[in-house]
């Protein structure tokens, strides 16, 4: 190694080697995806669900206000998808206090639940005992009668469910739970909830209960079969992630050509030394995205700046 190189030309040689360009991402914009929020519907099968929502209320309000001889108005105030394991931990403190009636399309095969909390069974078995006037707001055990009650109603609001649309048949189970949850889930099952108001025609106080289901029951409504889920799911996520990939930058790189040079004749290039690179003056140069050939093009020039034409793309 001859006297050329210095001390100073090795630490600019290792701090070139060693050093990368920065990228610069504070233009980058990233949009939060929730990926622990279930996706099972798609766009148009959650259109026939709403359809299927929308005719819940007036069938729930003809048959409550059948059995209690009363009018009451009902509203759906929430429609809305979890996964099992996160409506299983939300709902662990209210357990104790809720009554369940569970069904299915057979008996002992259940795969719903209509919840009736608390404090919506205390108010809604004074009314079916004609305590009409009653504002108990309390939650209590109910009586053996009020519990009769109460699952003569939830039967009824079940069957309301089922006339909301033909294709769906569901039956209650035998007896009215409370306490605890009466079906098992598993953590990554998806869920479909929907959430009822019910008052009295002209009051304000309102109670509340909801509807929980598992989703691959409703693709009697839905059309959609299990062999499509996965397939539809993954479509679903794919489209979404090319829409945030087709604004992301990407570095692409103009390879010219190489050359091969031991470390003593690069510390020895001076000014105005010539490099032989690796490649003929006819043949095309090289675009690198990521470390990788991506396509072939040809030196030109626009608008005082090096340009690329591009000659054909890496398959």
């Not at 209690?68 to 009902?74: E, G, H, L, P, Y």
């Not at 009769?148 to 739970?177: E, G, M, T, W």
């Not at 309102?206 to 509807?211: E, P, Q, S, V």
């Not at 996965?230 to 479509?235: F, G, T, V, Y």
Request: proline share 3%.
């Amino acid at each position: 190694m001859n006297d050329s190189m210095s001390k100073e030309k090795i630490q600019q040689l290792l701090k070139a080697v060693g050093s990368r360009p920065q990228t610069d991402d504070s233009s980058i914009k990233f949009e939060q995806m929730n990926w622990n929020e279930p996706h099972y519907f798609n766009k148009s099968q959650l259109v026939k669900l709403d359809a299927f929502v929308k005719n819940i209320p007036a069938a729930i309000s003809e048959k409550f206000s059948s059995l209690c001889r009363k009018q009451f108005d009902v509203e759906i105030t929430t429609v809305s998808q979890y996964y099992a394991g996160e409506f299983l931990n939300e709902a662990d403190k209210s357990h104790a206090k809720n009554y369940y009636l569970s069904f299915g399309s057979v008996q002992g095969k259940e795969f719903g639940v209509l919840t009736i909390p608390g404090q919506t069974a205390v108010l809604w078995a004074k009314q079916l005992l004609g305590d009409s006037e009653s504002n108990e707001d309390s939650v209590r055990e109910l009586s053996k009668l009020e519990e009769s009650l109460l699952y003569d109603l939830a039967v009824v609001l079940v069957k309301s469910l089922s006339s909301a649309n033909p294709k769906c048949q569901y039956n209650p189970s035998s007896n009215i739970a409370s306490g605890q949850f009466p079906i098992n889930l598993q953590n990554t099952q998806e869920l479909y909830r929907i959430s009822f108001s019910v008052k009295t025609a002209g009051s304000e106080n309102k109670t509340d209960a909801y509807f929980l289901i598992s989703s691959d029951k409703l693709e009697v409504i839905t059309g959609k079969n299990k062999n499509s889920l996965e397939d539809s799911a993954s479509q679903d996520f794919s489209k979404q992630i090319l829409g945030h990939l087709g604004f992301s930058p990407v570095n692409v790189t103009v390879q010219l050509a190489c050359s091969r040079l031991s470390f003593e004749g690069l510390m020895n290039l001076q000014t105005d030394d010539i490099i032989m690179l690796d490649k003929g003056i006819d043949d095309p140069i090289e675009l690198v995205v990521e470390g990788k050939t991506f396509g072939y093009g040809w030196p030109a020039k626009s608008e005082g700046q090096y340009a690329v034409t591009i000659a054909s793309i890496e398959n």
